[in-house]
């Protein structure tokens, strides 16, 4: 791990090397996806079975990248030195930082630039400046109709719903259990339990809950275990989140889904952080005389305001993007659009890419303060 | 002091009995959908599955002949000790003694049964509805009228191989790229060290919709839409940022003098990085690993965009999708294609939760 000082270094080798570190960095990602891309269009088109056509797949898609890293390796030891110890780190982490611009850092710009267009985007085959000024360009009114349009409006609405209910019930219920898990005589089994929903899909889930809303006229024998309970109770059966007359709180039937599933990630953060309070701050406190909901919201709740904190945060933002569970109980339809319905409706559906990419700005805007408060708890960090 | 011991065994008992109540409500959407998955067809369509909970049911005891008995439908009838017309008959007539006396059949070729409640249970178990979900084969049902109907099977086993297909390369092929970074970020110097770090950072909780429009532009361009390379790529894409920094947090954390012991025996940093950090990590790499593959394989939205063209390489959450539009009140596919698409999550989740819940409180949330 010694480095040269950079002082030493004549001008012409710096820009040698930082010539060399940036083509690294691009060059493996390159020649890993030529390879991958053949392998692949030679499995397109084969007419192998689809477990064979599978294995290949995995192996190659696998096996091929990690031999690229060898070879890259390789080539680069064989240098001198110096270069070696300059060109080396690139190896490493080159890749993931030209995937991650790719994925993440330019489309973040370039979704920025494509909002400023009409339907299709800028123009294709013109440079920035041509494009600035062709008839394609609207500047902000994407942004103009996504605050005005009534069907995002009815998305914000429902997100500041699923944002509001959805976070905090699971965070209540989280923490709920939490406590209780932790002075039951079942615990493991108890979190184990609650937490099984978090692997199951939103697909999965949406099949699970369309079970318990399933409606049948009220003549029928009902198969729906709400509506069953419904009419046991004297009621009328209805299709709960496509019950129009109670919207927008039919959005809550969908939002349940989500504390169902989000539910058992807040316990295990709760549970985890419950078990660090020291039994002698506990201890003393019963002595004291507190009552246990005097514990509770006395020592246990400011104990673990963190970790509340960034649980809460989290289902926030998850709730922020809510999509799957939308798009396959309702689609959007009986009021119940949210901003990632909209994004994919506008985007992919209507194939209107500017608007669709306004909305997919809103909403790295909204996530942006959380952005900024990791990149302060980073610098608060002195270890790197 | 006795008093305070039966205070306190009365907590327990609301402690136990309340979690128990939570427990069962958030058991039983999933079990409901379990127990359906084995019902026959007809069952589901006609009765909600706590059927196989005992419940009191009329049952005949007693058949009547009308003919033989020389009643008359068209008029009031006398049948063990109640009179009725036919059409009350039809619904059912109590007598004092708790019986229920009902016609069934229409008129000319009916039959009078005398039934009496008792407890029972729908016990009738079958794994045609799996056979169905999974095999792609029809079923042939002949109706009670006699006509036979002919119900479509879904090929569930293509999209189950095509999802470990995208999973697997999808989990394995992240973590690598990104122990590779995590370890340069830890473990060497270079120029812009810090500053790449801070990227990473700042891109954990950029809401991957921003880069959907712009990514299936360049897929186009390079004809990859449709293709697993190009899911393999986006999820690797999307899950990088986490991994990074995941396993930036443990490999920057590996005892000092192990790693340098072996730098002074002149090991280069590949060998350290295959010989020591990576068989060292495989805690948070599993951690990391039942992360990015629950998410994966659960995943829709990037699928529906980047493989929607292609039925071919449908995923089991697309088809299960697919499903619920297209025939939705089917409700043995359904339940047997939500099982089969949540059984390799469940065996992961129930075979490594120690490793799932470390990786929750080492931050395993993607943003």
Redesign the interface.
Known sequence: ?N?PP?GRQSLGGRILSFIGQILLAVIIPLVA?YV??QG?LF??DSNAS??V???V??VW??GG??LL??IF?NLV?RLPDAWRT?F??????G???A??S???????V??FW?SLFGRD?PPKGLNLLQQLTSSAFVGLSNYKSVFTESLMLEAFRNNLMWIIFGSTFSVV?GLL?AV??D????EK??K?????????????A???????Y?YRPANQ?????LN?VVVSLGGTPQAWPQWVDVAPWNNLFLIVMVV?LQ?G?SM??FS?ALKGIPDELMEASRIDGAT?IQIFFRIMIPYIRGTIISVWT?VV??T??I??VV??MTGGQFGTHVI?TQ??RQ??TNQN?GF??A???V??IA?IP??FY??KQ?REQE?? | MAAKKRQKNLGKLVVNGTLFLIILIWTIPTLGVLISSFRIRDDIATSGWWRVLPYRDWQAVKEIDPKQAGLDPNGVMQVEGVSGTFEEFRAGVSTPDGKQITWIGNKRIGKIEVQEQVWTVDWNFTLDNYKQVLGGQDFKFTKPDGTIQIIPGDNMSGAFLNSLAVSIPATVIPILIAAFAAYAFAWMKFPGRRAMFIVVIALLVVPLQIALVPILRDYKALHLNGTFLAIWLAHTGFGLALAIYLLYNYISGLPRDILESAFIDGASHFTVFTRLVLPLSVPALASFAIFQFLWVWNDYLVALIFLGGNPEFELVTQRMAAIVGSRGSEWHLLTAGAFVSMLLPLLVFFSMQRFFVRGLLAGSVKG
């Open positions: 791990m480095i950079q996806f991958l891309y692949f499995l397109r689809r477990g056509i599978a294995s797949a995995i898609g696998v990248v990690a890293y060898w390796n030891e300059r080396l780190p690139f190896v490493f982490v890749p993931a930082m995937i991650l790719w994925y993440l850092a330019i489309p973040t370039r979704t494509i985007g219920f259990i209780l898990a002075r039951s005589s079942f089994l108890a184990s339990l609650i937490f099984l929903p978090y692997a199951i899909s939103f697909v999965g949406s099949i699970i809950w369309k079970f318990i399933e024998p009902q198969i729906g275990l069953s169902w539910t990630f295990v953060l985890a246990e989290t933002i998850f922020l993007k999509f799957d798009w396959v990632a994004f994919y985007s992919f890419s669709g990419s909305i997919a700005i909403l790295l996530v959380v952005m990791n990149l980073f270890a790197f």
